[in-house]
Structure formats: structure tokens, C-alpha cells
């Protein structure tokens, strides 16, 4: 089965966010809530899209994961990107910290 | 250079105010994002994969150092301390927030500068040579042409909202190195039987997943007529242009699915309509335009500077960065000076603040107070005295700016691509790194010569990899990046779109087969005067798709 998060980008100052499993966006894929692609993650994502979200993020999607272990990966090399930084400057994003 | 007037500056001041209060209705939900989006792209906010985007125009690549220290200033306290400039002469900012961007258009708007129509279906800023002014081969200074026209297209109610963006380019010598056959529209100033200069128009050029050449629909045009006519040709595009396809809404397919000719004659229709008009440019508007680019207080030096000679002489390191980076001048005993933003391993086009701010303090100091950007994505000090070169060659020396690779293969440039681009394939930066790094050594970048290398992340060819020598593209391929190679391509006065020589190639790939290209020239050239490009032209793809596919 294809594992799924939610990620949008956090309206006031733009950075990658993830929506995590009490409803709220963090800045780390790791809190991020885990889905079933399908209905489940359909439902989540009409709730990360509500009225009071699009106040927070702009344009919330699906992107696919892997999931080991404790560590959320996305399969998308374009999505380890957003929740590095990039790559070609290790000292910038979230990598940096 | 060109300064605001009145006018200029209140129309800059209230865009700021009106887009203060727009952010501030999005952020409060007045506005949704759906609403608030092609209000933030028409001043320039963009949003990629990590952070908003700020996209700030420098009309036709011509900036004084007190905007370079704007920059820097905002590079600092708004940003993460650098800026990239871009293959359209402007530059852009990675990091800002939504809530800073109108301060940082407010401290733009102190040095007359701006970000409106850097994004949308408009007119976009015009480029041009970045050693106008400056070129001993130039019949004009193409630059009083550039800002007629950003001041005729700057909120022009009839072309906010495009089939398409639109980008225009002039070159005001017979040596382009404004590319401007793969734009929308191409201006190239020359002379007519009589010795009268006008203009002569290209239409329908551009890059993207359908490269084409601008076709030429008027030989010779009177310079009075300039606005009229761009105003027809832009009418004809705007009401016949494709709006059902984003694919195929450029002026380029318009002017290919009916014929250069058939545009020529609907533009020569509408443009009888409205030749007369308002539009029509008397004698002393051009020249009060053109009185703020007239040429700078130069002194009168002798042809030979001996100081100059003598460094040379003791420096092999100086006299390297002169004969790669320092070009002639039209005014006896001045240089044009090649800044380079390519730093052998570094990332094309990205400038650090305090970089921003040495640029400035030399600008000042050596060439009049003003600096260019190129679509190479380096930068240029026009007006140097040969006298100053040396000190000019120390600093940028000290502050990590000289690298002599003017026009040589480490020269390279390379869109940001997925490592920050939303629209990204796949990433650009890093094979640039890569390639700079595997033919970084000097003696071997001379012995190879001229070359130009353009990367680009995904098929919009934001760094136009179809008119590079070598060209490549980065593509993706079931999650892998793929890179496919161009050869033959060119983007000055002979421009050409490149052949596609074989299959994609793998990251591991990539770099191995440019090396495999460059070795396969050296082997077959016929002199070390004949460069890449000569030499591809004489021999055809055959000996390079052999070189790199041949064994498998």
C-alpha cells in the first residue's frame, strides 16, 4: 500500500510544512501524519485544505513516502529536496539546522 | 542612466501601497490564494519548492552601484546574505517572507527599482548587450531604445494580460550578444542605403518545448516608428494569439501556423491604423531620452598604458584574468571588465552581499558608478582605464571575483533547477559544479577555447541550452535525473537551434560525455584556432555521436 503525507508551503514566510497527526503544520517531515493513499488521505487532505488552513499554508498536496521505522521518506527525489533544502547548499533549509 | 522622474516614482510607490494592502488581505483571509496569486506574480513573488521568490528587474542589465548596495542591504537583513542573477539580466532573491515583501519593494523603490512585470502574460524586461555604450563594434547605444520602450510597456492596459509572457531584446552591434533571435521580438539596429540607422524586427523567436529562430518581418525600420510598430505586432499576437493552449500561446507558433509573412502583413494592416498617433516618436523625445545615456566624462589617455604593460609583465596571474576577462573599449585607454560569477565548483550567477557591496565600491571608485548584468549571468564594469586594472583585478581577486573564464567552458551557465526552481526537472547546479570542477585547471580550459555550456532544469530553458555549443537538459526519467545533450546550437548573429545527439544520459553519465565531446574536438580540430563550434560545423554531428554512443 502507498503511504501518503500532507505538504504545502506556510503562507507567511513561504518554507516547506508538513500536516502532522494533531491537525497543525510543522516544519519537520518526521511529525508529519501517515496516510493510506486513497480515501483516508483524501479526507485528510480536505481537512488540511479547510477555510482556516488556507489561512496558514498555500496549496496543500499528496506526496507519496517511504516509511521506516520512525523516519518518513518521501519517494519523490523533488519532495527530499523541500524537506532538506538545497542540495547544493548544505548550509541553507532545514539541513542546516 | 536613465533616473525616475515624478511620475515614474509615484506610479512605483503606489504599486507598493496597493500590494501592502493585498498581502495584507490574504493574510487575513480577505483575499483568497486563488485571488491573491496573479496579484503577488505581477510584482514579482513567486513561490518555489523552499521558500517566496523575489524576481527584481534591472532594466535591460544596466544597474549604479547604489542599487548594487540595495541589494546587498536586502540580501542581508531580508534574505540569507546572497542574491543569483538570472539568464534575463535581473536578480532574484530566494528566502524573502510574505510579510517583509513590501518593505523590500519599499527599499527598492528608494534606488528606482522594482520588481512589476517580472512574472504573468506581459511584457517582460527588455535586454540588452551588456557592453552597450561601451563596444567599439556598436552603430548605437541600444539603451535609449530599451528604456522608449520600458516606458511605453511598463502597465500598458492593452498588454496586461497577454496570451503570454513576452520578452523582447535589442543589440545595437552587428556582433550579438544579446541573443536576440530567441525572443519574442528581436531588435537589431543597422543602417539602411543611406546611412540612416532604424531598426531591423524579429518576430516569433523563443526556446521552451518548441525552439524556433525569430523570422525577420520588417528589414528596415524608421526609429520614429518603433512604438507603432511594436504596438501593432503585439495587437496582432493579442488578438490571435493562442489562449486555449498554454503550450501554444507564444508569439512563435502564432507567427509559425500562419506564416512570417502573413503576420508581416496583418502587422503592416494595423499598424497603418495607428502609425500617426500618439505613438509616433519625434525627434526630441528620443533625444531626451537619450540624454541620459550619454557617454561619461572619459579623460583623454594615450593609446599604451605602461604601468598597465608592466603589470602584466611581473603577474602571469593578472595577465591571464586580462586576456580572458578584459575586452577592448571604444574610447582610447579605457577596458571593459568581465566580472565573473562562476567560480571554478561554484554556482553560476549567485553573488554573495559583501561581494555586492566590493562590486559597488569598485563601480564607484573605476567606472563611473555603474555596473551590468549579463544574460551569461555575470556581471560587467564597463568604463575601466586600462591604468586601474590591475587595482580593480586585486580586489575582485581578494573577494573571490576573478576567475579568468570569460567565454571558456567553466563559463557556464545554469538555471537553479530543482534545487530551488518549482518547475524543475531536475537539478542544474550541481552538474555545472561538476563539469566547472572536472575542467577547472586553466591551462586546460586555454587550450580548449571558446565554449559555451548551458544547462537547463526542464524544457522552459530558462538558460536557452538549445543555442548553447553544448546544450543540456535535464529531464526526469521514472525519478531519476536524465540529461540530454544539444550540439551546434549558437545564439549570436548566425543563431541556430542545436541538434539532439542521443539517448539521455545518467548523472553518473553526464560529465564523462561532455569530457568525451571536448577530447572528440581536440582530436579532430584543424587548428587550436578553429573553436568547438567552427569545428562542429565543418565535420556535422557524426565523430561526437560516434564518440559518446558508438560503443554501445
Avoid at chain 1, 505538504?7 to 516547506?16: H, I, K, P, Q, Y
Avoid at chain 2, 525600420?221 to 503550450?247: C, H, T
Avoid at chain 2, 500562419?258 to 502587422?267: H, M, N, R, S
Avoid at chain 2, 563611473?368 to 551569461?376: A, L
Wanted: proline share 4%; net charge negative.
Amino acid at each position: 500500500m502507498t503511504k501518503q503525507v500532507i505538504t504545502a508551503n506556510r503562507l507567511d514566510d513561504g518554507l516547506a510544512v508538513f500536516f502532522d497527526t494533531h491537525a497543525n503544520w510543522s516544519a519537520s517531515i518526521t511529525e508529519a501524519a501517515v496516510v493510506e493513499k486513497g480515501e483516508e488521505a483524501d479526507t485528510l487532505l480536505a481537512t488540511a485544505s479547510n477555510a482556516d488552513n488556507q489561512l496558514i499554508v498555500v496549496g496543500p498536496y499528496l506526496i507519496d513516502v517511504d516509511q521506516q521505522g520512525g523516519k518518513i521518506t518521501p519517494v519523490r527525489y523533488r519532495e527530499q529536496i523541500r524537506t532538506l533544502g538545497p542540495s547544493v547548499r548544505p548550509d541553507l533549509g532545514y539541513q542546516a539546522k | 542612466m536613465y533616473k525616475y522622474d515624478d511620475y515614474d516614482q509615484q506610479l512605483v510607490d503606489e504599486r507598493i501601497e496597493q500590494f501592502r494592502d493585498q498581502v495584507n488581505r490574504r493574510l487575513s483571509g480577505e483575499l483568497s490564494e486563488e485571488e491573491f496569486r496573479p496579484l503577488r506574480l505581477m510584482n514579482g513573488v513567486y513561490l518555489q519548492l523552499h521558500a517566496y521568490m523575489l524576481r527584481v528587474a534591472i532594466p535591460y542589465g544596466t544597474m549604479n552601484s547604489a542599487q548594487m548596495r540595495q541589494f546587498a542591504y536586502i540580501a542581508r537583513n531580508y534574505d540569507k546574505g546572497y542574491g543569483h542573477f538570472t539568464t534575463r539580466q535581473n536578480i532574484q532573491f530566494n528566502w524573502p517572507k510574505l510579510v517583509d515583501l513590501p518593505d523590500i519593494l519599499t527599499e527598492l523603490s528608494k534606488v528606482q527599482m522594482h520588481a512589476i512585470q517580472t512574472s504573468g502574460n506581459c511584457i517582460r524586461n527588455t535586454t540588452t548587450d551588456q557592453y552597450a555604450g561601451a563596444s567599439f563594434d556598436e552603430l548605437e547605444d541600444p539603451r535609449p531604445w530599451c528604456e522608449i520602450i520600458r516606458q511605453w510597456s511598463t502597465m500598458h492596459p492593452e498588454f496586461t494580460y497577454l496570451p503570454r509572457k513576452f520578452k523582447m531584446a535589442v543589440t545595437g552591434a552587428p556582433n550579438d550578444r544579446a541573443a536576440v533571435a530567441i525572443h519574442d521580438i528581436g531588435l537589431r539596429i543597422r543602417r539602411d542605403e543611406q546611412g540612416e540607422l532604424g531598426f531591423e524586427v524579429m518576430v516569433g523567436g523563443g526556446l521552451g518545448r518548441t525552439p524556433m529562430i525569430g523570422k525577420t518581418i520588417c528589414e528596415f525600420l524608421p526609429k520614429e516608428d518603433l512604438l507603432s510598430y511594436l504596438e501593432a505586432i503585439l495587437r496582432v499576437y493579442n488578438q490571435f494569439g493562442r489562449r486555449d493552449n498554454k503550450y501554444k500561446a507564444r508569439i512563435k507558433i502564432l507567427v509559425h501556423e500562419i506564416g512570417a509573412e502573413k503576420f508581416a502583413e496583418l502587422v503592416e494592416k494595423e499598424w497603418e491604423e495607428i502609425r500617426d498617433s500618439a505613438l509616433h516618436l519625434p525627434a526630441e523625445e528620443i533625444e531626451e531620452i537619450s540624454a541620459h545615456f550619454t557617454p561619461p566624462p572619459f579623460d583623454v589617455l594615450p593609446a599604451l598604458s605602461s604601468s598597465f604593460s608592466e603589470k602584466v609583465g611581473q603577474d602571469e596571474k593578472f595577465a591571464y584574468w586580462v586576456q580572458n576577462n578584459v575586452r577592448e573599449h571604444k574610447q582610447q585607454g579605457y577596458a571593459i571588465v568581465n566580472i565573473s560569477l562562476k567560480p571554478i565548483g561554484g554556482i553560476p550567477g549567485d553573488i554573495s552581499h559583501a561581494q555586492m557591496d566590493v562590486v559597488a565600491d569598485l563601480a564607484d571608485q573605476f567606472s563611473f558608478g555603474e555596473i551590468r548584468s549579463t544574460h551569461e549571468q555575470n556581471l560587467v564594469l564597463a568604463h575601466v582605464k586600462r591604468d586601474d586594472l590591475y587595482a580593480v583585478w586585486l580586489k575582485l581577486d581578494e573577494y573571490g571575483l576573478a576567475t579568468p573564464n570569460s567565454g571558456l567552458i567553466t563559463d557556464l551557465i545554469a538555471c537553479p533547477g530543482l534545487d530551488y526552481c518549482a518547475l524543475a526537472n531536475s537539478r542544474s547546479i550541481p552538474l555545472a559544479q561538476r563539469i566547472s570542477e572536472r575542467f577547472g585547471e586553466l591551462d586546460r580550459q586555454h587550450e580548449i577555447g571558446k565554449v559555451q555550456v548551458k544547462i537547463s532544469g526542464c524544457i522552459n530553458a530558462c538558460t536557452h541550452h538549445h543555442v548553447g555549443h553544448i546544450g543540456i537538459l535535464g529531464v526526469d526519467k521514472k525519478g531519476q535525473e536524465f540529461y540530454q545533450i544539444t550540439l551546434g546550437g549558437r545564439a549570436d548573429e548566425n543563431a541556430k537551434i542545436g541538434k539532439i545527439v542521443g539517448a539521455g544520459l545518467s548523472t553518473d553519465e553526464v560529465v564523462d560525455a561532455v569530457e568525451t565531446l571536448i577530447n572528440t574536438y581536440l582530436g579532430l580540430r584543424e587548428s587550436k584556432e578553429e573553436t568547438f563550434l567552427d569545428a562542429f560545423n565543418r565535420v556535422g554531428e557524426t565523430p561526437f555521436k560516434e564518440a559518446l554512443y558508438g560503443a554501445r
